[in-house]
């Protein structure tokens, strides 16, 4: 699908966020064919920059290929504060189109101003679709108040939360074999398991976040957003319909059925041994780089079974997984290992099935079926949902009610932390994962 005279906005365009993924995502559109001739890239900042610096910073985040010249010829930069409405009002000016694609990526604390200086500024609004970066504010609170905002210059259907883990193959694999294979589908019931392990490690430090990360930490910036999503992924009830209303009815409602696991060791806080060290983090720092709690879902059929959530940085491997442990049978011994349903979503996307073969020894089967991108799914993740975005389609966006039931299991587990002053473990760098004090 290509749309006319489409400009696409990137709020932080020199940011961190925009060099990694969005400037090469939009390359990749360009190259296959996704943006019109006159489709526009502007890229706003409060900093002055040069056309010529502008150029640079985009050849450097995509690297020498192919027609980038081409591609840079879209892209313009725009410097204003976010607060200056009228500057906004300029921008609609200076750059008419038919439609506009805002992106959010910028911190938290600058959405609301950002959002009533384009509201403000902007004549009209009808086409025009604001894409908000996870985390969608700093607290449940602060998450409300900014929808409040939104909700005084758009419309629900103007408005898409991006978690990009909704975006990748493997994640979007889940949902349509739950729907379309009896074999998961049957094994995924809450009856049927013994455990639920889900994943997130990464081998890289904060790199150059600390004013963002100081600010949220591992459990607001991980947990919150790409651990809770694939948690409803996999544990919802799957609707027949499979329309976009249906799913985000049903994860909200798994997201509001959380229930914290209180009791030691229900959560482990940890650091890596340099963060204090890192450009910009306070020397007393208490942030959390590494988390690991226990939710349990509050409905019959998921009674005792815990879901485990771990994710933190400088953990020595890029590994992002949902390990399910089934049950075993009745007259198996206890030494005996689960069969586990395994879904891996990075590096490689893929499903594993571990199955016992021996009673009573630990003989498994590794069947490993790699996950197959076909078309469009074979672009970067940020490119697929930026062209979800550009058709209206918010199928694998989250909605507020989940971002808000979100927050809800994640003050819950900040607020044991503080009654009960969880420490933090300091580890190193490379090191699995910390202790349980």
Same mark, same amino acid.
């Given at each position: 699908?290509?749309?006319?005279?489409?400009?696409?906005?990137?709020?932080?365009?020199?940011?961190?966020?925009?060099?990694?993924?969005?400037?090469?995502?939009?390359?990749?559109?360009?190259?296959?064919?996704?943006?019109?001739?006159?489709?526009?890239?502007?890229?706003?900042?409060?900093?002055?920059?040069?056309?010529?610096?502008?150029?640079?910073?985009?050849?450097?985040?995509?690297?020498?290929?192919?027609?980038?010249?081409?591609?840079?010829?879209?892209?313009?930069?725009?410097?204003?504060?976010?607060?200056?409405?009228?500057?906004?009002?300029?921008?609609?000016?200076?750059?008419?189109?038919?439609?506009?694609?805002?992106?959010?990526?910028?911190?938290?604390?600058?959405?609301?101003?950002?959002?009533?200086?384009?509201?403000?500024?902007?004549?009209?609004?009808?086409?025009?679709?604001?894409?908000?970066?996870?985390?969608?504010?700093?607290?449940?609170?602060?998450?409300?108040?900014?929808?409040?905002?939104?909700?005084?210059?758009?419309?629900?259907?103007?408005?898409?939360?991006?978690?990009?883990?909704?975006?990748?193959?493997?994640?979007?694999?889940?949902?349509?074999?739950?729907?379309?294979?009896?074999?998961?589908?049957?094994?995924?019931?809450?009856?049927?398991?013994?455990?639920?392990?889900?994943?997130?490690?990464?081998?890289?430090?904060?790199?150059?976040?600390?004013?963002?990360?100081?600010?949220?930490?591992?459990?607001?910036?991980?947990?919150?957003?790409?651990?809770?999503?694939?948690?409803?992924?996999?544990?919802?009830?799957?609707?027949?319909?499979?329309?976009?209303?249906?799913?985000?009815?049903?994860?909200?409602?798994?997201?509001?059925?959380?229930?914290?696991?209180?009791?030691?060791?229900?959560?482990?806080?940890?650091?890596?041994?340099?963060? /204090? #060290?890192?450009?910009?983090?306070?020397?007393? $720092?208490? =942030?959390?780089?590494? +988390?690991?709690?226990?939710?349990? &879902? !509050?409905?019959?059929?998921?009674?005792?079974?815990?879901?485990?959530?771990?994710?933190?940085?400088?953990?020595?491997?890029?590994?992002?997984?949902?390990?399910?442990?089934?049950?075993?049978?009745?007259?198996?011994?206890?030494?005996?290992?689960?069969?586990?349903?395994?879904?891996?979503?990075?590096?490689?996307?893929?499903?594993? /099935? #571990?199955?016992?073969?021996?009673?009573?020894? $630990?003989? =498994?089967?590794?069947? +490993?079926?790699?996950?197959?991108? &076909? !078309?469009?799914?074979?672009?970067?993740?940020?490119?697929?949902?930026?062209?979800?975005?550009?058709?209206?389609?918010?199928?694998?966006?989250?909605?507020?009610?989940?971002?808000?039931?979100?927050?809800?299991?994640?003050?819950?587990?900040?607020?044991?932390?503080?009654?009960?002053?969880?420490?933090?473990?300091?580890?190193?760098?490379?090191?699995?994962?910390?202790?349980?004090?």
């Amino acid at each position: 699908m290509i749309l006319p005279s489409l400009n696409i906005a990137i709020l932080g365009g020199t940011g961190n966020l925009a060099r990694k993924s969005l400037y090469p995502a939009l390359y990749a559109l360009f190259l296959a064919g996704k943006l019109s001739r006159d489709t526009s890239i502007v890229a706003i900042g409060r900093s002055k920059v040069s056309e010529q610096e502008l150029q640079h910073l985009i050849q450097k985040s995509i690297g020498p290929q192919k027609d980038i010249s081409t591609f840079i010829k879209h892209v313009s930069y725009y410097q204003t504060s976010y607060s200056d409405h009228i500057s906004f009002q300029q921008l609609e000016v200076r750059h008419p189109a038919e439609q506009w694609i805002f992106y959010f990526a910028v911190p938290p604390k600058v959405f609301p101003q950002a959002v009533t200086s384009i509201g403000e500024g902007f004549e009209d609004k009808t086409n025009t679709s604001l894409i908000f970066e996870k985390p969608f504010g700093e607290s449940s609170g602060d998450a409300m108040q900014l929808m409040a905002t939104i909700e005084r210059y758009f419309q629900q259907e103007q408005l898409f939360l991006l978690d990009h883990y909704l975006g990748k193959l493997a994640v979007r694999e889940i949902l349509y074999m739950r729907l379309s294979n009896q074999l998961i589908a049957d094994s995924l019931r809450g009856e049927n398991i013994e455990s639920i392990l889900i994943e997130v490690t990464e081998d890289i430090g904060i790199e150059d976040r600390s004013g963002y990360y100081e600010h949220m930490g591992a459990l607001k910036d991980m947990v919150q957003s790409h651990i809770l999503q694939l948690l409803a992924i996999t544990t919802m009830d799957v609707p027949l319909s499979q329309t976009v209303e249906s799913v985000h009815r049903e994860k909200a409602a798994l997201l509001a059925s959380l229930e914290f696991a209180e009791g030691h060791p229900c959560v482990t806080r940890g650091q890596y041994g340099t963060y /204090l #060290t890192e450009q910009g983090v306070a020397k007393d $720092s208490q =942030t959390e780089t590494y +988390i690991e709690t226990i939710a349990y &879902i !509050d409905k019959q059929e998921w009674a005792h079974v815990p879901i485990i959530m771990r994710t933190g940085k400088m953990l020595g491997a890029k590994v992002a997984r949902i390990v399910v442990s089934l049950k075993k049978l009745s007259y198996q011994p206890k030494e005996t290992a689960p069969n586990k349903i395994i879904f891996e979503i990075q590096p490689n996307a893929g499903l594993t /099935l #571990t199955l016992n073969t021996t009673m009573g020894e $630990s003989s =498994t089967i590794n069947a +490993i079926t790699p996950f197959e991108c &076909i !078309d469009d799914s074979c672009l970067p993740t940020h490119a697929v949902l930026i062209l979800e975005a550009m058709a209206g389609n918010k199928y694998y966006f989250a909605s507020y009610e989940e971002v808000k039931n979100g927050w809800r299991y994640v003050e819950m587990v900040q607020q044991y932390i503080k009654e009960h002053k969880i420490p933090l473990t300091i580890y190193t760098p490379g090191q699995p994962y910390p202790r349980h004090h």
